[in-house]
């Protein structure tokens, strides 16, 4: 379409993204033609609903077009605009990283509402500030859990591995983004290998050699894609995000095999391990928490019905670190 011959108004343009979208068939492609037009112009939902008649730029037109024509061909929405929302917050996106999922907010739930169960059995406030607390968030990709985690209890110390240093960098973004530098550690590190023997300065480590912790809560929304799956991911997915982010083997749940161990190393006694799980991982999952090591298990589904994550708590700290 010629930039020049076109209606530039706020109307014409929401309508063109949005054919040109669905015949591209871009999932939510009304959503995605709204949020490239918002950021294109810098404005919000409610100016572009309210402007209908406005004459936009032909510089802010040819970006649009430029990045509906990106769209089209199968780039994350959040790709283009840098940015995606999870539980009310902001978070930078980069093909470094996963791009945060709203599923995942089930695991933010399970893991502040067995806090707070926790807080009620020791006899005190139920009111969580995290005082005391020291999480640990493994595989944090953009920080959206540890981060998040951290605004919510403002008193808790946060670690947060990731294997990938890219994805770290984006995450100290973030962290740095929600003023919370001073209270995240981020560590690249395979699981939690990096916490099993004492840190060395020569650790690819973004944080300062010492003692290694024992935590009170260990998150994780490991990859867990099956390999077998990759022709069945959508092009956003399989073409766009990070291979490291999705896929944990050929079954999709192997990394749950090692993490699991790892993580009754590192917990307190009564400490808790919150996974976010695939649509197909909960047998095989379910299976990986001995009863020696783990109690009070609970699987919580999402929206779709889906078990999303499972949870444990650990019955007595092995505290050897
Ligand atoms: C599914 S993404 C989750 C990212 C983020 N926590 C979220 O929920 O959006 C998995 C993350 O685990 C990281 N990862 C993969 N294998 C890992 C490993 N062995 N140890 C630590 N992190 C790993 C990936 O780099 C990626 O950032």
């Known amino acids: ?33 709204e949020l490239l037009l918002l950021h294109v112009t810098s404005q919000n939902r409610t100016w572009l609903y309210s402007h209908p008649e406005e004459i936009l730029p032909e510089s802010v037109v ?3 077009f430029a990045f509906l024509a990106q769209r089209a061909s199968g780039v994350p929405t959040q790709h283009l605009t840098g940015k995606q929302e999870f539980w009310g917050l902001e978070f930078e996106v980069t093909p470094d990283v996963l791009i945060p999922r709203p599923e995942t907010e089930h695991l933010i739930e399970v893991a502040l509402d067995r806090l707070t169960v926790r807080e009620i059995r020791a006899g005190r406030h139920p009111r969580l500030t995290g005082e005391n607390l020291t999480l640990m968030d493994i595989g944090t990709g953009s920080g959206c859990i540890a981060i998040t985690l951290a605004k919510e ?23 740095a983004r929600h003023e919370l530098l001073d ?9 939690l290998e990096v916490f099993s023997r004492p840190l060395q300065v020569t650790d690819q480590v973004l944080r300062q050699p010492g003692a290694a912790p024992m935590f009170d809560l260990i998150s994780s929304n490991p990859p867990y894609v099956s390999t077998r799956d990759t022709d069945s991911l959508p092009v956003e997915v399989r073409e766009h995000e990070p291979r490291v982010a999705l896929f944990g083997g050929e079954e999709g749940y192997e990394l749950y095999g090692d993490l699991i161990p790892q993580a009754a190393e590192h917990l307190k006694t009564g400490g808790l391990l919150i996974l976010e799980l695939g649509y197909n991982s909960l047998p095989a999952v379910e299976h990986l928490l001995d009863r020696s090591d783990w109690h009070n298990v609970r699987i919580t589904k999402d929206l779709a019905g889906i078990p999303r994550v499972i949870s444990a708590e650990c019955r007595s700290s092995r505290a050897r670190w």
């Open 1 to 33: 379409m010629s930039v020049v011959s076109t209606d530039r108004s706020v109307r014409t343009m929401l309508k063109h993204g949005i054919e040109q979208l669905r015949a591209a068939n871009v999932p939510s492609y009304t959503l995605a033609a």
């Open 62 to 64: 040819e970006a649009y």
């Open 153 to 175: 209890l403002p008193g808790a110390t946060v670690y947060a591995t990731d294997v990938s240093l890219p994805a770290l960098k984006v995450a100290r973004r973030n962290a």
């Open 183 to 191: 209270r995240i550690q981020f560590v690249q590190s395979n699981l």
